[in-house]
């Protein structure tokens, strides 16, 4: 693809990809997200959205009140051979690069085994719209957590791994456990405010990435629908 120009997440073609606004796992994110539909599959496929301030106002005032409290602790492990390793995530061999990198965005990070990283990140729950101020549910607990891999894949991880050592993970900021009861609920509300963009070739779609969660839905055949990213 062309400079600043991509193709949208590969993710197996019988899966979904859940709702969620860009980047909200971490601190800098896009304001704008752009999608152009090249070749549309043949069944499926659809870009799912969702208003994240409609998200948020239906969401358990308690469970709201929880994570803006405590915040969200998001946790990479790189090089024990099920994710890609530390040096192709950074482009480097040099560990003192990594650390540099590390400080510079306020990543946590421990040298793990002979060459295993794990780095972890404290983020926010929830945001407010720049413009409108208006505050929108804004995070990617239910995605990143294990509770949202299939149910197959998550036993086969844990049967190899501890929880801890999953190539990615949540937790709430002060390292405790994200109940899942809360996560299922996260994810009715999302499915419930959920709306399918259907898409004919050479469709364009633009977003208010701190509005507006996208997702994928699953789809047969070939599909390629390209993105690009920028802040206002």
């Given at each position: 693809?062309?400079?600043?120009?991509?193709?949208?997440?590969?993710?197996?073609?019988?899966?979904?990809?859940?709702?969620?606004?860009?980047?909200?796992?971490?601190?800098?994110?896009?304001?704008?997200i752009w999608?152009?539909?090249?070749?549309?599959?043949?069944?499926?496929?659809?870009?799912?959205?969702?208003?994240?301030?409609?998200?948020?106002?239906?969401?358990?005032?308690?469970?709201?009140?929880?994570?803006?409290?405590?915040?969200?602790?998001?946790?990479?492990?790189?090089?024990?051979?099920?994710?890609?390793?530390?040096?192709?995530?950074?482009?480097?061999?040099?560990?003192?690069?990594?650390?540099?990198?590390?400080?510079?965005?306020?990543?946590?990070?421990?040298?793990?085994?002979?060459?295993?990283?794990?780095?972890?990140?404290?983020?926010?729950s929830?945001?407010?719209?720049?413009?409108?101020?208006?505050?929108?549910?804004?995070?990617?607990?239910?995605?990143?957590h294990?509770?949202?891999?299939?149910?197959?894949?998550?036993?086969?991880?844990?049967?190899?791994?501890?929880?801890?050592?999953?190539?990615r993970?949540?937790?709430?900021?002060?390292?405790?456990?994200?109940?899942?009861?809360?996560?299922?609920?996260?994810?009715?509300?999302?499915?419930?405010?959920?709306?399918?963009?259907?898409?004919?070739?050479?469709?364009?779609?633009?977003?208010?990435?701190?509005?507006t969660?996208?997702?994928?839905?699953?789809?047969?055949?070939?599909?390629?629908?390209?993105?690009?990213?920028?802040?206002?």
């Amino acid at each position: 693809m062309a400079a600043q120009v991509y193709t949208s997440t590969e993710y197996p073609a019988h899966q979904t990809i859940p709702l969620h606004n860009e980047q909200s796992y971490t601190k800098p994110w896009p304001s704008l997200i752009w999608f152009h539909a090249m070749v549309v599959a043949r069944y499926g496929g659809e870009t799912p959205v969702a208003d994240a301030r409609r998200v948020y106002r239906r969401l358990d005032p308690g469970i709201r009140a929880q994570f803006s409290r405590r915040q969200l602790r998001y946790v990479r492990n790189y090089g024990n051979g099920l994710d890609l390793g530390w040096k192709q995530v950074f482009g480097t061999e040099d560990r003192a690069q990594v650390a540099q990198f590390c400080h510079q965005r306020d990543l946590g990070f421990e040298w793990r085994n002979d060459d295993e990283l794990r780095t972890w990140e404290i983020c926010q729950s929830e945001t407010h719209h720049p413009v409108s101020g208006e505050p929108v549910w804004f995070n990617q607990a239910h995605l990143f957590h294990v509770s949202s891999l299939e149910q197959n894949t998550r036993e086969t991880l844990l049967s190899i791994v501890e929880e801890e050592d999953l190539p990615r993970n949540v937790y709430y900021g002060d390292g405790g456990p994200i109940e899942e009861s809360v996560l299922t609920e996260i994810r009715a509300v999302y499915e419930e405010e959920k709306r399918l963009v259907c898409w004919q070739p050479g469709d364009f779609l633009m977003l208010d990435n701190v509005i507006t969660a996208h997702g994928r839905e699953p789809f047969e055949g070939d599909r390629q629908v390209v993105v690009a990213m920028a802040s206002a």
